[in-house]
């Protein structure tokens, strides 16, 4: 769809790079001529994807370990690589999910995911915006949202809460920052199966009656996703800005919350449901350095 190096000379960072729809995207920015900076709580799925991308296609990448909750540590990683050179586009796609009734969340659990989509994501957008304007440095920002962000979603509050702030984020930046030569968008994804998502978000396979069901019968394509960010990505539309672009088949037109159809379930369901998305979140814990 692209001409190989329609991102040449542009240095990127994807947070959450290391797996789902941010490796994705990382992948395809690389294959364009992008020099790639991914990070992650993760070290060795950060590693494996680099090597991979490294191997595949003739451009730099890196990757460091970085929680976005924290935001000493974030400004300290986004000053590492402005010390290197200014960075040109930002992926702010590192998030934190799972389904639950929302009688049965305690505060931590609301905070565990408020703290990386909502906390994280403006730490990183903030420290990365504020080098730009000071070097007077243009620069593009794509956050990966959710089609909550117009239609709520029950069953994942805390998330439906976070993005949607994003969301304002995305259209205030965009007037703020349009004079700095800033561009602020955002991409709202529908159903592209992922196993960090769909391992919490569609833990007993129930597709067709949750996450699956589009007027286009069948889920997203990678690839499709990863087109539309490289647009935004690249030069050429800058008087694109401010806009979350849902890419979801137009599912949530169709059918309002992702999540509705999660009432039919029962509280034993939902006990093996939390069972079965906590043994991902340890298994994931365990591979954590940070
Ligand atoms: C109820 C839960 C729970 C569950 C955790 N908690 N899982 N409550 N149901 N299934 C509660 C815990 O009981 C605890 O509160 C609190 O949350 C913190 O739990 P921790 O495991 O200590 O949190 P932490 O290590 O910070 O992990 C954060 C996480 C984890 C969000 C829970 O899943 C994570 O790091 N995920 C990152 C990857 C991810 O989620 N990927 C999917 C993204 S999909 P108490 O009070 O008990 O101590 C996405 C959008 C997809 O974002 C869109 C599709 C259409």
């Not at 730009?132 to 909550?148: Q, V, Y």
């Not at 960010?229 to 137009?250: P, S, V, Y």
Request: charge should be negative; charged fraction near 25%.
């Amino acid at each position: 769809m692209f001409k190989d190096d329609l991102l040449k000379e542009k240095r990127i960072l994807v947070t959450g790079g290391g797996t789902g729809l941010g490796k994705e995207m990382a992948t395809h920015f690389a294959k364009h001529g992008a020099e790639i900076f991914i990070c992650g709580r993760r070290e060795n799925v950060l590693e494996e994807t680099a090597n991979e991308l490294k191997e595949k296609y003739d451009t730099k990448i890196h990757y460091s370990t970085l929680d976005i909750r924290d935001s000493k540590d974030v400004d300290s990683y986004i000053q590492s690589i402005f010390d290197t050179g200014p960075l040109d586009g930002l992926v702010n796609n590192a998030a934190g999910n799972f389904i639950s009734p929302t009688k049965d969340l305690s505060p931590k659990g609301f905070d565990a995911i408020a703290n990386i989509v909502f906390h994280g994501t403006f730490y990183v957008t903030h420290s990365v915006g504020k080098r730009w304007i000071e070097a007077k440095h243009k620069g593009s920002i794509i956050s990966i949202l959710a089609t909550w962000v117009w239609t709520g979603s029950p069953y994942v509050v805390p998330s439906a809460m976070s993005k949607t702030g994003l969301h304002a984020m995305t259209q205030s930046l965009a007037a703020e920052w349009g004079h700095y030569g800033i561009k602020v968008n955002a991409i709202a994804p529908g159903p592209f199966p992922t196993k960090g998502a769909w391992d919490r978000l569609n833990p007993n396979g129930a597709d067709e009656e949750s996450l699956g069901s589009t007027p286009l019968g069948r889920v997203g394509e990678m690839n499709e996703l990863q087109n539309l960010a490289t647009f935004l990505m690249a030069d050429g539309c800058d008087f694109l800005t401010g806009q979350t672009i849902a890419i979801d088949g137009a599912q949530y037109l169709t059918g309002g919350g992702t999540f509705s159809g999660l009432s039919k379930l029962t509280d034993d369901d939902w006990a093996n449901i939390r069972n079965m998305i906590r043994s991902t979140n340890n298994k994931d814990k365990a591979d954590r350095k940070i």
